[in-house]
Nanobody, 123 residues
Framework: QVQLVESGGGLVQAGGSLRLSCAAA????????MAWYRQPSGKQRELVAA???????IYADSVKGRFTISRDNAKATVNLQMNSLKPEDTAVYYC?????????????????WGQGTQVTVSS
């Protein structure tokens, strides 16, 4: 079982910023793609951003230009910097590990999810 520990959620006003972090087991972090998903209340979970072990990134259209995913190899963490937040970004954000990156899209590994962290953006 891969352990993923998320942190950094909270309450912020529209236009503000938050930074999420996901700490992963080293064995998974070094070789596999990782991603952030979110699930608004009452809606399906959706991909926000993904990053491969080589640093290639993809983003949902709704967050392009506002969110940045990055890797800290020394700390085995994947970060999501969220700027210019909007109320519609409100959701529980989940880290996913060991997914498959096709070159176009990221396919999650359903065995490896973090516990989720709440992000709430007030208007």
């Amino acid at each position: 079982q891969v352990q993923l520990v998320e942190s950094g959620g909270g309450l912020v006003q529209a236009g503000g910023s938050l930074r999420l972090s996901c700490a992963a087991a080293r064995s998974v972090f070094n070789v596999n793609a990782m991603a952030w998903y979110r699930q608004p209340s009452g809606k399906q979970r959706e991909l926000v951003a993904a990053i491969t072990s080589g640093g290639t990134t993809i983003y949902a259209d709704s967050v392009k230009g506002r969110f940045t995913i990055s890797r800290d190899n020394a700390k085995a963490t994947v970060n999501l910097q969220m700027n210019s937040l909007k109320p519609e970004d409100t959701a529980v954000y989940y880290c996913n590990a060991d997914g498959y990156y096709s070159g176009i899209d990221y396919y999650p590994n359903y065995d490896y999810w973090g516990q989720g962290t709440q992000v709430t953006v007030s208007s």
